[in-house]
């Protein structure tokens, strides 16, 4: 397993690690850009490119794109999230030049008027099949409340009205103050040697324009509220709630990724016992998301519309005995052999690789290998849990419920 | 490409145990199938198989349901029980280090399970929680209707159970189907990764040779419900599901019929993706996919679109699917066999997916296909083969099930 770096003269970075013992090679373009990065007025604009990225450019159709990802076997896509949007192929190593080829095209896409009308239809769709999805309607909707006038608040789909007012033109602007070489990363993972691959970036990723971004992280003020969507058709009633925890950059941030495993893993955790295992509910879990400037915990509980305020009590109880009294050694040694197996079971193939190694550069500028994330999980005492958890209890500022209920009482938290 | 050893042994008993070992790996995989799956749910006892699948966690011989999850938890097992259609599966993994102290626990947890009325009723509120759940997601239900509108009883039987039947449902059932098809005789256990056979063969014999074999049971095929089926749904989209018959794993035009849905819709230049969602922008997920159990198969067709298109997209689709044997190209075959082969290679980079394919080729062909083995079949291929079997087995009327607002014209999916 070799690491290697190297910038591009517009700026560019390129990380790599390689591994001569795999059989394919990942390649990944991490922009730093997302929906938190948008206007009111273009909201949604970030994912709507990322599918305006595959329609080609002078030299390459939309067709000719989706033909040769084809033709080559690759395992290709894109996801757009509030911070990253991300565009990979996997591919057998041989495969690797016109994988790159295509790759940098994505990133300076021509964006056709007649493409952007006709893609427009299919992100409407989009919009449609995840308004099915209740799981995804209170995320958004909680996103929203809890970041209400921070920037990480924002859709990242956009709704039905922002995407039918937007232009192709503000499109294009969007692209060109967002997609600089400054602003982004080239990830690569797997079998490849390092010399051949930066001539092969340098061929196709020298032109893109360099220029950096800057993008501000205003602190979050979440204030305690409650926010409903009735749906009278829902059976369920899903519950999502939020609350502060570690940033990004916050070292505190891998004992809080171990304490929502001992508190809220899917299965074997304090939840669990709670409320899964005796069926009091179809879910409930509780996780920790990073961003660039912030942190959440996130609770996600779906049960009978008239069991939530007691299923509620149970969750609350469950975080009230952690923040007094914190997790036993048996537990934390639990969850460091989840996390660990995990770990080393995702690390075994470069697309699983791909993500973390974009994504801690892009974040922390670090580069971690499996070794160094097992050693940092197998180094965490009960201490640095305690720690953490004295700045960052589980505490839930904000709930939104989506189903039949049409109020709810919740125990509001004391002011943040 | 790379070599691959397989070694099989057989268990006094019957158990099939098929081993890959993998020595650049760090990580270690098991897949136990045995034939327990709802297809032996018995008429009006639905969800019997789902209920034992949740009733093994809940503790095994001398171990309470906590301390079994402790016991997997310490090496970091990460695992699953599931009651599919045809198979109860047990898949699990961790270091390669730890699988064999994982080995004794799996075979207690299936073979010492507590079938106890005071497992029975949590287990029964959560199969209870997961059917409302199901409520609230239309295309997951919607598959539920087509398997029903496409396969005869039993291999209808939906795997989730149903509400009508879950309230008949008693220990004494889930106690009948655990006596009566717990058994070794079909039952293939695949082990993949950084292991060796021998300390494979010795933990098996020690952790499952007392495993009692017993008398397979026999199924006899019944009615297919009749179709087409509107099931009303205040949704955003309308959710279409269509299904055909096909050839099975084991039968030996598998491959073209592979190829076939292959063509329809497999990558981003396949002909459903291209022709309902790129050009028409009509939807954004379209999809079409093989299901297979032994001795039948079906494919499955599904797309989620906005109820005023709905029509259209119905259309569109059953129109590519009516016309795929129509001017198939040596490219468009060749692309197909580029996926499949990029697929085959890159699975040698999980230790999961080898062992589940491990024991599903052993169970449905009795022998596990080699890589080389399946890359000469692809090779072999040639668009004349595939067109006539595109040909042979046109689908004449198509099985139709819709969930949303109101109902299709189902014209395009009668026979002629």
């Known amino acids: 397993m070799q690491f290697h770096k190297h910038t591009l003269s517009n700026g560019l970075q390129v990380i790599a690690e390689l591994n001569p013992a795999v059989y394919s090679v990942a390649a990944g373009f991490f922009v730093r850009t997302g929906s938190r990065d948008e206007t009111e007025d ?53 495969y690797l030049d016109p994988a790159m080829e295509l790759l940098s095209i994505l990133m300076q896409p021509t964006l056709l008027q007649e493409d952007f009308d006709m893609e427009k239809n299919v992100i409407l769709e989009e919009i449609g099949m995840y308004d099915d999805q209740p799981s995804f309607t209170a995320y958004d909707t909680i996103m929203a409340t809890h970041f209400a006038k921070h920037p990480l608040g924002q859709s990242i789909l956009g709704t039905k009205e922002s995407i039918t007012a937007l232009t192709s033109d503000q499109m294009r602007h969007y692209h060109s103050q967002q997609y600089t070489a400054g602003n982004m990363t080239l990830a690569v993972t797997g079998n490849t040697d390092f010399e051949s691959l930066i001539a092969i970036i340098e061929k196709y990723c020298g032109h893109i324009p360099s220029g950096v971004v800057d993008r501000p992280l205003p602190e979050v003020q979440p204030v305690n509220s409650t926010h409903l969507l009735t749906r009278e058709s829902s059976v369920q009633q899903h519950i ?18 171990l304490l929502s495993v001992i508190v809220g893993d899917d299965s074997g955790s304090r939840l669990f016992w709670e409320l899964v295992d005796p069926g009091h509910v179809e879910g409930a879990d509780l996780g920790y998301n990073e961003y660039d400037g912030a942190g959440t915990w996130m609770t996600y509980l779906s049960c009978m519309p008239d069991e939530v305020e007691v299923n509620l009590a149970r969750m609350q109880k469950v975080f009230d005995e952690v923040n007094r009294n914190g997790v036993t050694a ?87 | ?142 598959g539920q209707y087509l398997r029903r509108c496409s396969y005869p009883t039993p291999f209808s039987n939906p795997s989730e159970g149903t509400m009508e039947d879950l309230v008949n449902l008693s220990v004494a059932d889930v106690q009948s189907h655990f006596d009566s098809l717990m058994i070794p005789n079909e039952a293939v256990l695949g082990i993949a990764g950084n292991v060796n056979f021998a300390d494979v063969q010795q933990a098996m014999t020690a952790a499952f040779g007392e495993w009692k074999s017993g008398t397979p049971t026999v199924l006899t095929t019944g009615e297919v419900t009749k179709s087409p089926l509107h099931i009303e749904h205040d949704s955003a989209q309308t959710h279409i599901g269509i299904a055909w018959d096909t050839v099975p794993y084991a039968h030996d035009r598998y491959f073209e019929a592979w190829a076939t849905i292959s063509l329809l819709s497999g990558g981003m230049s396949s002909r459903l993706f291209t022709e309902v969602r790129e050009k028409r922008g009509l939807c954004y997920a379209i999809s079409a996919s093989i299901n297979t159990q032994k001795g039948m198969a079906r494919v499955f067709g599904y797309a989620g679109t906005t109820n005023e298109r709905a029509q259209e997209t119905l259309d569109v689709m059953v129109a590519e699917i009516r016309r795929i044997h129509e001017g198939i190209t040596e490219d468009e075959l060749q692309r197909c066999k580029a996926r499949a082969k990029s697929t085959l290679i890159m699975q040698q980079e999980s230790t999961m997916s080898r062992s589940s394919s491990l024991a599903r080729d052993t169970l449905f062909l009795e022998r596990v296909r080699t890589l080389q083995e399946i890359r000469d079949m692809l090779d072999a291929l040639t668009v004349k083969q595939v067109r006539d079997f595109a040909v042979e087995y046109a689908p004449q009327a198509m099985a139709l099930v819709t969930i949303g607002p109101a109902a299709l014209d189902a014209a395009c999916v009668a026979g002629t």
């Open chain 1, 330 to 416: 048996e537990e934390l040694e639990q969850a460091k052999n989840k996390v660990a197996s995990r770990i080393v079971l995702r690390g075994e193939r470069p697309m699983g690789r791909l993500t973390s190694l974009g994504g801690n550069w892009v974040y922390r500028g670090e580069y971690n290998t499996v070794a160094d994330d097992l050693q940092i999980v197998r180094s965490l005492t009960l201490q640095d849990i305690t720690d953490m958890l004295q700045v960052f209890p589980i505490v839930m500022y904000t709930t939104v419920g989506v189903g039949p209920r049409t109020t709810l009482e919740t125990n509001p938290a004391p002011a943040c």
């Open chain 1, 42 to 94: 273009v909201s949604g604009v970030s994912h709507f490119l990322e599918h305006m990225a595959f329609k080609g450019n002078d030299k390459y159709s939309a067709d000719d794109v989706n033909r040769i990802f084809d033709e080559i076997g690759a395992n290709y896509n894109a996801s757009t999230g509030e911070e990253i949007t991300m565009y990979y192929a996997a591919v057998l190593p041989e």
């Open chain 1, 240 to 257: 999502m709630q939020m609350g502060i925890a570690p940033k990004g950059t916050d070292p505190r941030r891998f004992a809080a990724e």
């Open chain 2, 1 to 142: 490409m790379t070599t691959q050893k397989f070694e099989t042994c057989t268990l006094p008993n019957g158990l099939q145990v098929v081993v890959q070992a993998m020595p650049s790996m760090q990580s270690a995989a098991l897949t136990l199938m045995i034939p327990a799956g709802s297809i032996y749910d018995l008429p009006g006892k639905s969800g019997t198989s789902a209920l034992l699948s949740e009733i093994f966690t809940r503790g095994a011989g001398d171990l309470s349901a906590r301390e079994l999850s402790s016991a997997f938890d310490n090496i970091g097992l990460q695992r699953s029980v599931s009651g599919g259609v045809g198979y109860l599966t047990v898949s699990a993994a961790t270091t390669a280090d730890r699988i064999m102290d994982a080995v004794p626990l799996i075979a207690k947890m299936l073979l010492e399970p507590h079938i106890t009325a005071e497992n029975f009723a949590p287990s029964r509120d959560l199969v209870y929680q997961a059917l409302n759940a199901m409520e609230d997601e239309p295309k997951q239900r919607l």
